[in-house]
């Protein structure tokens, strides 16, 4: 009989907490988070507001320090990584897509696109980028401002900007949160494609039922805790989890 090994890692989180003091006191937004995000997978990671969902995408991806537990990209341990390290490896291993598309006015849409490799001193890889842009769609879009852009658009460039430097894993807030339904369809199909056609790992954070269908496996947060961790749903199944996760709370207060 053969043994089916287990697929690596894209990245892992182990015991993580993430404790904040407000007015005096401690607020938990993360207590105790182990979850693997397995290489070449799309995960969706929802819950109420405040369950820590955003805190857990910031720590994973190194944007913010946890109190404790250990958070590794691939086989590296941020944890133990000084903050110029740390910034080197998010600029390497890393690509970030934003709401809000964090594009810089100043610059057109291929210089918002090849940033984070002029900031890391990285050659571009000229095939590679073209082969991006032609991917998400604005090769033809390449010497306009982010002024000139639909959101949808805009989201598209701050895509291949995320993907540019060839990373490990992109991590993506509430990506379709300011889009138009039919293109955060678009956006949110790309975003599959993606995984599907060039193996790429996708951790989403969303509150959309409809987005988190699109993911191979949904992580519910709700209190800083992982509370259910299910594959592929349907949007009225997640619907319901949500649902059902919101009576709890409210007859827990």
């Known amino acids: 009989m053969t043994k089916t090994m287990p697929l690596p890692a894209a990245v892992r989180v182990q015991e993580l907490t993430r404790t904040y003091d407000v007015a005096g006191q401690p607020v938990h937004a993360l207590a105790g988070v182990d979850a693997t995000f397995v290489r070449g997978t799309f995960t969706a990671v929802m819950g109420p507001s405040g369950s820590g969902k955003s805190t857990l995408l910031q720590t994973a991806a190194g944007l913010d320090r946890p109190t404790s537990g250990r958070v590794f990209v691939g086989d590296t341990e941020l944890s ?22 964090n594009l810089i006015g100043a610059l057109s849409v291929e210089e918002n696109i090849t940033l984070p490799l002029r900031l890391s001193g990285a050659r571009p890889d000229r095939r590679w980028l073209s082969e991006v842009v032609d991917r998400v769609g604005v090769t033809s879009l390449l010497q306009r401002r982010p002024s000139e852009l639909s959101g949808g658009q805009q989201q598209r460039v701050a895509i291949a900007r995320a ?25 949110l199909a790309l975003l599959r494609s993606i995984v599907d ?9 969303t509150h ?10 949904v992580l519910l947060l ?3 805790r992982v509370v259910a961790d299910t594959p592929r749903l349907g949007v009225d199944r997640i ?11 409210e007859t827990a207060a």
């Open 80 to 101: 133990g990584l000084s903050e110029t390290a740390l910034t080197k490896l998010r600029r390497t291993k890393i690509g970030f897509v934003f709401q809000l598309f």
């Open 163 to 187: 993907l540019a430097v060839r990373p490990d894993v992109v991590f993506a807030d509430e990506p379709t949160g300011a889009l138009d339904g039919q293109t955060a369809s678009d956006v």
């Open 197 to 205: 056609d060039h193996g790429q790992t996708i951790i989403m954070v």
């Open 208 to 217: 959309d039922p409809v987005a988190a269908s699109y993911a191979d496996r």
């Open 222 to 224: 709700a209190d800083g």
């Open 239 to 249: 619907a319901a989890q949500l649902a059902s996760l919101g009576r709890r709370q």
